[in-house]
T-cell receptor, first 116, second 116 residues
């Protein structure tokens, strides 16, 4: 399978705590994106990090990318009950002189539960 | 700007029937991709259209087809429905073609299809 792997599969924390989710992938990528999905609804784009970037921040989100280990992590700081959702990483694989495979490859997701 | 819209939101069909789902991308976006999400297989890429041409196709049988119109709106069709086609079908739009390095893909709310 070309899919990335997120871990953990499920994470339960208290409001105010930090949540860290990890994603591993298999081959060279152009970029990696993180998405959130609330209860079987559409995907909400959170952040895109390019292969030449190591860290990116957006509000309470911090994403890191380690291309040597083919892994990324998403940190949500000071979590809120509203952060309860499934989180997916999606990679765009690099082919042929830096071009794109042409579609996103998703992991299975991490189900985050934030208890008030 | 209005987001990606999908119609219908929910659909119930019986085995052997066919179904057509519609997706309107964000204004100005010329790329539309379709994904199938099931509990067992996760999110899987179906196909991508850019400027009315199919640019990329996932590993799905020929019963799954699509098209894109000159206004970038896209439809996907599933013929001879099977129970296993029950899923959430998501479309995503982007300003760039899948063959170029992708920018962010923005997803619609999805169409939930139930096949009885």
């Amino acid at each position: 399978s070309q899919q990335g792997e997120e871990d953990p599969q499920a994470l339960s924390i208290q409001e105010g705590e930090n949540a860290t989710m990890n994603c591993s992938y298999k081959t060279s990528i152009n970029n990696l994106q993180w998405y959130r999905q609330n209860s079987g609804r559409g995907l909400v784009h959170l952040i895109l990090i390019r292969s030449n970037e190591r860290e990116k921040h957006s509000g309470r989100l911090r994403v890191t990318l380690d291309t040597s280990k083919k892994s990324s992590s998403l940190l949500i700081t000071a979590s809120r009950a509203a952060d309860t959702a499934s989180y997916f990483c999606a990679t765009e694989y690099r082919v042929n002189y830096g071009g794109s495979q042409g579609n996103l490859i998703f992991g299975k997701g991490t189900k985050l539960s934030v208890k008030p | 700007k209005a987001g990606v819209t999908q119609t219908p939101r929910y659909l119930i069909k019986t085995r052997g029937q066919q179904v057509t789902l519609s997706c309107s991308p964000i204004s100005g976006h010329r790329s539309v991709s379709w994904y199938q999400q099931t509990p067992g297989q996760g999110l899987q890429f179906l196909f991508e259209y850019f400027s009315e041409t199919q640019r990329n196709k996932g590993n799905f049988p020929g019963r799954f087809s699509g098209r894109q119109f000159s206004n970038s709106r896209s439809e996907m069709n599933v013929s001879t429905l099977e129970l296993g086609d029950s899923a959430l079908y998501l479309c995503a739009s982007s300003s760039t073609s899948g063959l170029a390095v992708q920018e962010t893909q923005y997803f619609g709310p999805g169409t939930r299809l139930l096949v009885l």
